[in-house]
């Protein structure tokens, strides 16, 4: 594919961008149950319970996010920090409880459902790329088959993407011929391409050799200064201390502690918290 | 009697001259079969009450002989108004019989696909459908070449058994100069020859197809 010129590639992307805003734009009935603008709130959890089966996974979450915040949740193996956000994006259903993003219910209204967690993006610990596309491909397949774009559009606003996450040049490799923070950084523009108002990110860098780690943290701390909303759960303290807006901490299905990180990292009031931190930092 | 070369060349154009039938058979046997076993394991897997149906269905079409399928189809159907000709029965009879067995495949296949594949796509809003043929069925083609190969030459191997029901294949062909000259040996080690050559040919395809997914997974 010829490299466009910038500003036309600019121009381009502006146009997809429209674009895609009236194509995930509700219909005029469902305006009725869209939030008040004024709300800010981008994610709000209430009284969240999960069980598998007999084991309670989730025990009473509360949590709201607001737009442009940066949440890291952290806590020890097991303590349901995963599951959370898999619950936001309905990747796991929940028995007790109601999330709201961006002011619509989760399961309240089908097609405001898939709205709304269209809007967020989501990166995972194991990349979960597609390995028989290629990287562009990976980016462009739900441009083409959600958004309705042309394969065209849809790689001009991919390649936008894959610049972004400073890796234009492998666009036509394979992931598996990729290091495995290239794989993660491939897996952030393939969220990114759906423009997503709210970026959940499940242990992006705990798969990944420790060279890779900054690469990719990098890039997320860039995201998080383009004032994405972010939920990332991590276990990366040097990138809570410096990007998050609060820090929560999880033990056994419970939110244990929530504070900033300058307050979780100095006074951890729970001494769960503190036990997990001294482990953590020695 | 010794083998008569003369006589085994002088049969081999009438037998050829089935070949297209043997072929049209097993190709479309083959596409039924597995666009047939696909949707099977599909519904199977989207479980409830046709998932259930459609386990039963799958168990009861191996448990049977492709025989009784053949017979049934062309000789029960048409008490109950349905009067299939030959070939169509040989073609449904194929597909539906080796179809069961590729659903079978075709799990194998989708098992082996890691569950954060599907994951991906629905966290990216792919429908589902659009996940099952854009980010499942060619994951699961990749897992399956070889498997699936086999049973495309056993269904080539397969189409000898419509000769019970007089469909002009080259099996038939031969068995039609045998008894007309009481000669077997020759017609029937040439139409051998042909299903050999046939099924080398497939394999080699299926081991090409192989090669060229896995060249696009370079690991």
């Not at chain 2, 049209?24 to 599909?42: H, K, N, P, R």
């Not at chain 2, 009861?60 to 008490?79: K, Q």
């Not at chain 2, 038939?172 to 040439?190: K, N, V």
Request: hydrophobic residues 45%; charged residues 20%; aromatic residues 8%.
């Amino acid at each position: 594919m010829a490299r466009k010129a910038p500003r036309r590639l600019h121009r381009e992307m502006n146009r997809h961008l429209e674009h895609m805003d009236t194509m995930t734009l509700p219909l005029k009935k469902d305006l009725l149950f869209m939030p008040d603008t004024q709300d800010k709130r981008a994610v709000d959890i209430t009284g969240l319970h999960k069980w598998y089966s007999a084991f309670h996974v989730l025990k009473d979450i509360s949590l709201t996010v607001r737009q442009g915040s940066r949440i890291v949740i952290c806590g020890p193996s097991g303590s349901g920090k995963s599951t959370l956000i898999r619950c936001i994006n309905g990747l796991e259903n929940y028995q007790q409880g109601t999330i709201t993003l961006d002011g619509i219910r989760l399961g309240d209204n089908a097609k405001l459902t898939t709205l709304a967690r269209r809007q967020t993006g989501m990166v995972f610990q194991s990349f979960n790329l597609f390995p028989h596309l290629t990287v562009l491909s990976n980016c462009t397949l739900a441009l083409r088959k959600v958004s309705g774009l042309s394969r065209a559009d849809a790689e001009g606003l991919a390649q936008h993407y894959l610049e972004k996450v400073h890796i234009p040049e492998q666009a036509h490799k394979f992931p598996t011929q990729l290091s495995g923070g290239q794989q993660q950084r491939v897996a952030i523009a393939r969220a990114l391409c759906m423009n997503p108002r709210l970026m959940l990110f499940d242990e992006p860098t705990s798969a990944l050799d420790p060279e890779m780690i900054k690469e990719v943290l990098d890039v997320m701390t860039a995201l998080a200064h383009d004032g994405m909303t972010m939920i990332c759960v991590t276990h990366e303290m040097g990138f809570a201390r410096e990007v998050a807006d609060e820090v929560v901490f999880m033990d056994q299905g419970s939110i244990v502690e929530q504070a900033s990180p300058a307050t979780f990292f100095s006074t951890p009031s729970h001494p769960r918290a503190r036990s997990f931190l001294n482990t953590l930092l020695h | 009697m010794g083998f008569d070369l003369n006589f085994a060349l002088a049969s081999v154009p009438a037998i050829l001259s089935a070949i297209g039938m043997t072929l049209l058979v097993a190709v479309t046997g083959c596409a039924g079969a597995a666009s047939l076993g696909f949707c099977l394991e599909i519904t199977r897997r989207a479980g409830g009450f046709a998932g259930y149906g459609v386990r039963f269905l799958i168990d009861f079409i191996r448990a049977t002989p492709l025989l009784v399928w053949l017979y049934c189809l062309y000789f029960i159907l048409p008490f109950y108004g349905l009067r299939l000709s030959a070939l169509t029965v040989g073609i449904l009879g194929l597909s539906l019989y080796y179809s069961g067995y590729l659903a079978e495949v075709f799990k194998a296949g989708i098992d082996a696909i890691p569950k954060g594949q599907p994951e991906a796509a629905r966290a990216l809003g792919i429908a589902r459908l659009d996940t099952v043929i854009f980010v499942i069925a060619p994951q699961m083609l990749r897992n399956i070449a070889a498997p699936m190969g086999n049973y495309f030459v056993s269904i080539l191997k397969s189409t000898p058994y419509l000769a019970v029901l007089a469909v002009p294949e080259m099996l038939g062909e031969a068995f039609d100069i045998a008894s007309e000259t009481y000669r077997y040996a020759e017609p029937l080690t040439i139409a051998g020859i042909i299903f050999l050559t046939l099924a080398l040919i497939i394999s080699q395809g299926v081991k090409w197809l192989e090669r060229r997914l896995a060249a696009s997974t370079v690991r």
